[in-house]
């Protein structure tokens, strides 16, 4: 079994960052992704990388966004900067044992998920 423990939210002004962190436990995980979902809205893929480091963005995050994982891959990371109100949402850690080349922002690629943090970005 695999549990992802996700920390590093909190609330920000517009134009800060954080940096959110992912642990994972448990056995050897190949496909790595950040999703977020604000209040009324459907969970949408943020961000994601492979077990060779390549990675997918968003297009509204690419250039301000940056996903990396630690080489033993139990631990993943996204560092947010220039936040924007509009960003307001529980953000959520997914991983997968299966192969996924390039990085996938597709949830149902993703059999594991984290509890989610909450990130709060006011104007």
């Known amino acids: 079994q695999v549990q992802l423990v996700e920390s590093g939210g909190g609330s920000v002004q517009a134009g800060g960052s954080l940096r959110l962190s992912c642990a994972v436990f448990?056995?050897?995980?190949?496909?790595m992704g950040w999703f977020r979902q604000a209040p009324g809205k459907e969970r949408e893929g943020v961000a994601g990388?492979?077990?060779?480091?390549?990675?997918t963005y968003e297009d509204s995050v690419k250039g301000r966004f940056t996903i990396s994982q630690d080489n033993a891959k139990t631990t993943l990371y996204l560092q947010m900067n220039s936040l924007k109100p509009e960003e307001t949402a529980m953000y959520y850690c997914?991983?997968?044992?299966?192969?996924?080349?390039?990085?996938?922002?597709?949830?149902?690629?993703?059999?594991?998920w984290g509890q989610g943090t909450q990130v709060t970005v006011s104007s």
């Open positions: 990388i492979d077990s060779y480091g390549r990675t």
């Open positions: 997914a991983a997968d044992w299966r192969y996924c080349r390039g990085g996938s922002r597709w949830p149902a690629d993703f059999r594991y």
């Open positions: 448990g056995y050897s995980i190949n496909c």
